[in-house]
């Protein structure tokens, strides 16, 4: 089994929503979060959202107010809900496990990924 595999992405027209899932190895639990990154053609890979294992949740500026991340450690699922989609919102998204807790001594870090899925939206 693949430590972490993305799904749910696919095309949509401006305004519309899509939830992207991430189904992750059990040990990630144990990590000290978990989260979401895109890469748009021509442009780096950006941060859009993590959890943390207390429940803490960061969003990218950009996405602040659509999009919300959640989890159920108990099925080890992420998902990302997408709303009022911008075709700029047009990318590859990774889902991403944090380094291990024990390692961690300042900030959770990102450290594992998945392949990711291609999320299009089209005017």
């Known amino acids: 089994q693949a430590p972490l595999v993305e799904s749910g992405g696919g095309s949509v027209q401006t305004g519309g929503s899509l939830k992207l899932s991430c189904v992750f190895a059990?040990?990630?639990?144990?990590?000290?979060?978990l989260g979401w990154y895109r890469k748009a053609p021509g442009k780096e890979r950006e941060f859009i959202a993590s959890i943390l294992t207390d429940g803490t949740k960061e969003y990218a500026v950009v996405v602040r107010g659509r999009f919300d991340i959640s989890r159920d450690s108990s099925k080890n699922m992420l998902y990302l809900q997408m709303n009022s989609l911008k075709t700029e919102d047009t990318a590859v998204y990774y889902c991403a496990a944090g380094a291990p807790t024990e390692l961690v001594t300042t900030s959770c870090y990102f450290a594992f990924w998945g392949q990711g899925t291609q999320v299009t939206v089209s005017s």
């Open positions: 059990e040990h990630f639990n144990d990590h000290c979060g």
